[in-house]
């Protein structure tokens, strides 16, 4: 940077870069909160609590975890990729069934990211968020299971050729390798954010709190959308046993994905504590402390 503060253009192109990919980033793991990272702010309802100490403790406990996640999904990827010799068959199944693994990918992928769109009880939502949630649910039954046993009955459909319990397996295992190593990518995303939360980058005033409190919202969300692609790759490997096995298995796994986030969702109805945002069966005190909630305007 030049004497007074005056930016290179070299240095304009570096944030103007590393600004794009924050923000792609933001949008691939559904995070929730772009709104407020942009402003630089904290969330309202979260103006009193989580502090310095807290958000530290939070994020050190936090990489435990994701850090034995991480390494049993290299272990078990090595393990798949060394002893199955179908995925080799499956690589050189053609372009017709790489295509349908990239859109067994997507459509599975994009259920969870929207599960993670869907997941904070007090952001507004969007008026075809849950529309958008249910009809990437329907869409992955289609594709997984009702197309399929459609081909089953009338040959003649588009693409039955690729979806035939013969050809079906490759598509599948194709999906599972790659939403495998999809998820290992997500959970070094998270070692890495928590890491950074848990450090001492930032200071401890507020523009410090607010930085960490991103950082580790960050991570949460790289965890559980890494693990979710962790979880609906194994199953798709479960294709070598049993086509059909497999399908219900993914599919079971992708409603118990999204059911737990509603769950979450309705206890949140039941105990709305420490919010800025009212409830419709908030307690008189939840309703004083929401009156009493200011915007916290604080700049990086």
């Known amino acids: 940077m030049k004497k007074g503060g005056t930016q290179t253009k070299i240095e304009k192109i ?13 949008f691939i ?3 929730r909160f772009k709104r407020e990272l942009n402003d630089r702010v904290v969330p309202d309802h979260y103006k009193k609590s989580p502090d310095n100490a807290t958000i530290r403790a939070k994020a050190t406990a936090s990489l435990a975890s994701v850090a034995i996640f991480l390494g049993l999904a290299v272990a078990s990827l090595a393990a798949i990729i060394a002893a199955n010799d179908h995925l080799r068959e499956a690589v050189k199944g053609g372009w017709r069934t790489s295509a349908i693994g990239v859109v067994v990918v997507l459509a ?4 969870v990211r929207q599960e993670r769109v869907l997941s904070s009880e007090y952001e507004e939502k969007k008026a075809w968020d849950y529309p958008l949630l249910w009809f990437l649910l329907l869409s992955n039954s289609v594709l997984l299971l009702i197309w399929p046993l459609a081909c089953r009955q009338n040959s003649q459909f588009l693409f039955c050729e690729e979806l035939a319990p013969s050809k079906f397996p490759h598509a599948m295992a194709l999906a599972g390798l790659a939403m495998i190593v999809a998820s290992i990518l997500f959970q070094v995303f998270a070692a890495e954010f928590y890491d950074s939360a848990a450090g001492w980058r930032g200071g401890e005033e507020e523009r410090g709190r607010t ?3 991103h950082l580790a919202s ?3 969300h790289s965890f559980l959308i890494g693990i979710g692609l962790a979880i609906l790759g194994v199953m798709l490997l479960l294709s070598y046993i049993n086509v059909w096995i497999a399908s219900v298995a993914s599919l079971g796994s992708l409603y118990a994905i999204i059911g737990l986030t509603e769950i979450e969702r309705a206890l949140w109805h039941r105990h ?3 919010s800025c945002t009212d409830h419709p069966d908030s307690s008189a005190e939840d309703r004083r402390e929401t009156a009493a909630c200011e915007p ?5």
């Open 14 to 26: 570096q944030f103007a870069i590393q600004d794009a990919l924050l923000r792609f980033y933001t």
């Open 29 to 31: 793991i559904g995070y």
């Open 108 to 111: 599975l992928y994009f259920n």
């Open 211 to 213: 930085l960490r409190f």
């Open 218 to 220: 960050l991570a949460s």
């Open 272 to 274: 709305p504590t420490n």
């Open 296 to 300: 916290a305007k604080t700049a990086f």
